[in-house]
């Protein structure tokens, strides 16, 4: 096999596979800044919310007390954003390549009745529930926690794949106070008897996900929260790769392969199939 157990993921639109170099990485490196960065992100995220011109003043008069030198501190400061810059290029790209690979078909939104629960007690309860379909009916998420605006109340947004549907949906029309005018949502039946208000809504299009994704993106960043993902998420699956699957080589120092849409897959010797949903379902995966 000339290029074997290569991990593969896809970017949307096609299929790439990244062969084994042979090369280990360091262990044991401590970065020489880890504690001052550890500082600087714990500063930079207690001004969660703000505009990030905004935050960035805050930190930099925050930070004058132990940096009083103005060189010194905007040096501090630039270097770290440009950190914070590459981590979340980093976070973005794995995020991607994990939703890539696996199937999505609702949005979801899931608030609470106060007849029912706390806010405390929703969020257990919504969490242990979610956790439970996911271990027992096959259900995928990634979501996060959200406060409204105006009244911040707690809800959860997130995107699933749902291959087994309990309850049922149900449309409702009612008025849509934000932007004033009638709209139809679809309910689920279990979730409104023991949380309250939800909404599911059909993710038609890649294009569709990749808004919803864009939107959780946004959110976390601005307020700092951290997204929920339930488990069995993988951002690779992996498979030998023949010579004549490729189509040609990319990435710096062509380091990656790009793939035939209709490329086999193997393991260790064995004949797994053309690319598809149940081939890929066979294979090994892995997040590293």
Not at 93 to 115: A, G, P, S, V
Not at 160 to 169: Q, S
Not at 219 to 248: H, Q
Not at 272 to 281: Q, R
Request: glycine share 6%; proline share 2%; aromatic share 12%.
């Amino acid at each position: 096999m000339p290029y074997k157990e290569t991990k593969i993921y896809s970017d949307g639109s096609h299929y790439i596979a990244i062969p084994k170099t042979g090369k280990t990485g360091k262990k044991g490196k401590v970065k020489r800044y880890a504690g001052q960065n550890k500082e600087f992100d714990t500063i930079y995220e207690s001004f969660a919310g703000m505009p990030k011109k905004e935050k960035i003043k805050k930190v930099k008069e925050t930070l004058s007390k132990t940096i009083p030198d103005k060189k010194s501190l905007n040096s501090y400061v630039k270097d770290n954003m440009e950190r914070r810059t590459k981590n979340r290029i980093v976070r973005w790209t794995r995020l991607m390549r994990k939703i890539h690979l696996q199937e999505w078909n609702y949005f979801c939104t899931f608030t609470y009745d106060d007849k029912l629960h706390t806010e405390e007690s929703f969020k257990k309860s919504l969490s242990n529930c979610l956790r439970h379909l996911a271990a027992r009916k096959g259900w995928k998420y990634i979501g996060v926690w959200e406060r409204s605006p105006e009244k911040k109340r707690l809800h959860f947004h997130g995107i699933f794949y749902i291959p087994e549907m309990i309850g049922t949906l149900e449309e409702h029309r009612d008025f849509d106070t934000k932007n004033k005018k009638m709209q139809t949502t679809y309910q689920n039946s279990h979730f409104l008897k023991h949380f309250g208000r939800n909404d599911f809504k059909d993710l038609e299009m890649l294009d569709d996900v990749e808004k919803s994704v864009r939107y959780l993106i946004k959110y976390i960043e601005k307020y700092n929260e951290r997204l929920i993902i339930s488990r069995g998420l993988p951002t690779y699956f992996i498979s030998d790769i023949m010579d004549d699957d490729v189509a040609c080589k990319i990435g710096m120092y062509d380091q990656k392969l790009l793939l035939f849409d209709n490329f086999d897959c193997w393991d260790e010797g064995e004949y797994m199939g053309k690319v598809s949903k149940e081939t890929i379902g066979r294979l090994r995966k892995t997040n590293t």
